[in-house]
């Protein structure tokens, strides 16, 4: 077969354009690739957090979870003790055992369910709300003075002890902030998140509505 001159420059500049399409169609996919990353990968608002999300039923929770170990509570109960101290509830005054057991819905009477991990000082708070008994919000938290493992709590790209410089050049500015004493409360409305901070470092990370 005869190959004239212009055949094969025709040729030639066909397979440039092949060439050229290939390499454009290329950098379209990843522009498109890297802009999905990027897009995926920014902080989003959540709803859902170590398996729980909100507005879960106590008996979801108690599916996912199991039987918590620890109950608390509510900051508006009056507790009684055995030596016969009466004083107001709060998140440090864990429920008896025989309190539970005389409670007619048993830890479904309680709205502040704790679930330690046993291998860390990771622990899983879930709260519920008063009326409907559905979770109001998700805590983790960490002891930083015992073994935190290196993903604890991690969500929307941060993690239990990161630096509060972490948090905030990943998440952006809080929409609110106070301290109180030795600790450091930001939140992010935008995310439905409240994260604590110790020496400038993350100890729990919350998932809550959070009003602006």
Known sequence: MKVTYSSAN????????KVVICFISALVILSLFAAYQYISSRPKAVVKYEGI?????????????????VVLYSDDEEVRFANGEVMKGNW?????KKAIESSKN?????LY????DSSSSKRIEVEFDKATR???????????KAWVPLDACAINGIKAMDSEEVVTNRLGKP?????????????????NMSIYLEQKNAYYIKVEKVTP
């Not at 999300?53 to 170990?69: D, H, Q, R």
């Not at 440090?92 to 008896?96: D, G, Y």
């Not at 048993?106 to 309680?110: A, F, K, S």
């Not at 559905?134 to 930083?144: A, L």
Request: glycine fraction near 6%; charge should be positive.
């Open 10 to 17: 025709a040729l030639l500049s066909a397979n440039r354009k």
């Open 53 to 69: 999300a909100l507005s879960m039923k106590m008996n979801e929770v108690m599916y996912v979870l199991g039987y918590p170990p």
């Open 92 to 96: 440090l005054i864990h429920a008896t």
């Open 106 to 110: 048993g830890v479904r009477d309680y």
């Open 113 to 116: 369910w704790h679930y330690p």
């Open 134 to 144: 559905e979770v109001k919000s998700i805590g983790c938290y960490v002891d930083s």
């Open 175 to 191: 929409t609110f902030e106070r301290i109180d004493g030795v600790t450091k409360n930001i939140k992010y409305s935008n995310l």
